[in-house]
């Protein structure tokens, strides 16, 4: 597409009329907040289950000794924690969604942009985002096990 000789390098405009690169920059800015919108649910999901199991921590504290009331809320951490990890799966496919839709406009667009967008591979970027929800899971699993942890030991 670009024609490189060595560390030359020639800039090719897209193809597109004015006004279709104007949509796809609009579409291609668009994609890229929906893009940084998905990623801060992503930890919003896990401040608000973390402030949902202080909360439950705290109304636990305040009645320890009924029983059913202590499991009523054990089973309301659980349904939390489902909730959350589907929501953080969710909230992942839209952003490969949205990286999709990012990959098709960028190839519309001019060589340069093409150039410095491959500057990153898709292969690590792959890796980082993957890494990144297991460590988002991780720590929702570890805060259920320690939700339970200290919901357990006021039953004693």
Request: aromatic fraction near 10%.
């Given at each position: 597409m670009a024609a490189e000789i060595g560390d030359e390098f020639e800039h090719i405009e897209s193809s597109l009329d004015d006004l279709s690169h104007a949509e796809y920059l609009m579409l291609y800015r668009e994609a890229g907040e929906n893009l940084l919108f998905a990623k801060r649910q992503q930890w919003l999901v896990l401040a608000y289950l973390s402030m949902a199991y202080v909360g439950i921590y705290l109304v636990a504290k305040a009645n320890p000794y009924d029983i059913k009331f202590l499991n009523y809320l054990t089973a309301c951490s659980f349904i939390l924690t489902i909730f959350a990890i589907a929501f953080v799966i969710f909230l992942q496919f839209w952003q490969i969604n949205e990286k999709r839709i990012i990959r098709n406009i960028a190839s519309g667009l001019s060589n340069s942009l093409q150039r410095i967008?491959?500057?990153?591979?898709?292969?690590?970027?792959?890796?980082?985002?993957?890494?990144?929800?297991?460590?988002?899971?991780?720590?929702?699993?570890?805060?259920?096990?320690?939700?339970?942890?200290a919901l357990w030991n006021m039953t004693n």
């Open positions: 967008r491959s500057l990153k591979s898709r292969g690590e970027s792959d890796a980082h985002r993957y890494i990144m929800l297991f460590m988002l899971m991780a720590y929702i699993l570890m805060a259920q096990i320690a939700m339970l942890r």
